[in-house]
């Protein structure tokens, strides 16, 4: 577990992040940290006021995308489009929108196949890495929470057995209800060059 990451003091000049739902906690201080670190930011939204404000932070290295439709629909674009470009990460934080998170874990778990379906290309080139942020329920009753932590920890292990032998990494870190910026120095570490290094696994931070 990663309690006290150690950050480089720049990223790669050719590292590229995606924010998925990235108006989400620890979406923004990901992006302006990661621009500020070197990195060019892929910032993914329903909102666009969002994702003005987002490029206002960091307009030369920060690219704003609008996303519509539900969680398997909004994919469908890049899908079509988006080509070979290497991802050095992308971070899922689309568990903490909380109209997503309604649609529940199925509906999540689908999500993340189409976001395979539509990056997968680019984070192969990349050699990158998925980081995927959930909120852990304070109530051992709270059986819909839990049970989407051990669904994206199921999927997770599922698609490293099918793309860890091509680089990727697949990471789960769970954070407090309402304490998702907890998640914004270790999300950095593991798209960064050494984070990269590490295999596939959950962090429960917090």
């Known amino acids: 577990m990663i309690h006290t990451p150690v950050l480089p003091e720049s990223l790669a000049g050719d590292a590229?992040?995606?924010?998925?739902?990235?108006?989400q906690a620890p979406g923004p201080a990901v992006a302006k940290r990661a621009a500020d670190l070197g990195a060019e930011v892929?910032?993914?939204?329903?909102?666009p006021t969002v994702l003005a404000r987002l490029m206002s932070q960091s307009a030369e290295r920060v690219e704003a995308l609008a996303l519509a439709g539900d969680l398997v629909a909004r994919f469908e674009p890049l899908h079509r489009n988006w080509g070979g470009t290497p991802l050095h990460m992308v971070l899922n934080l689309m568990p903490l929108d909380p109209d997503?998170?309604?649609?529940?874990?199925?509906a999540q778990i689908r999500g993340l196949s189409a976001?395979?379906?539509?990056?997968?290309r680019g984070l192969v080139a990349?050699?990158?890495?998925?980081?995927?942020?959930?909120?852990r329920p304070s109530?051992?009753?709270?059986?819909?929470?839990h049970a989407m932590i051990g669904a994206f920890?199921?999927?997770?292990a599922a698609l490293d057995e099918v793309f860890g032998p091509r680089g990727l990494h697949f990471h789960l870190i769970t954070v407090p209800e309402g304490q998702a910026e907890l998640a914004a120095e270790s999300a950095l570490f593991l798209g960064s060059e050494a984070g990269r290094r590490l295999?596939?696994?959950?962090l429960d931070l917090g």
């Open 16 to 23: 590229t992040f995606a924010i998925l739902s990235a108006g």
């Open 199 to 202: 295999r596939s696994g959950r």
């Open 115 to 120: 976001m395979m379906r539509a990056l997968g």
């Open 139 to 145: 109530q051992p009753l709270a059986l819909a929470g």
């Open 153 to 156: 920890e199921a999927a997770n």
């Open 126 to 135: 990349g050699q990158g890495a998925v980081v995927t942020v959930v909120p």
């Open 42 to 47: 892929v910032a993914m939204d329903r909102d």
């Open 100 to 106: 997503d998170c309604a649609k529940g874990t199925d």
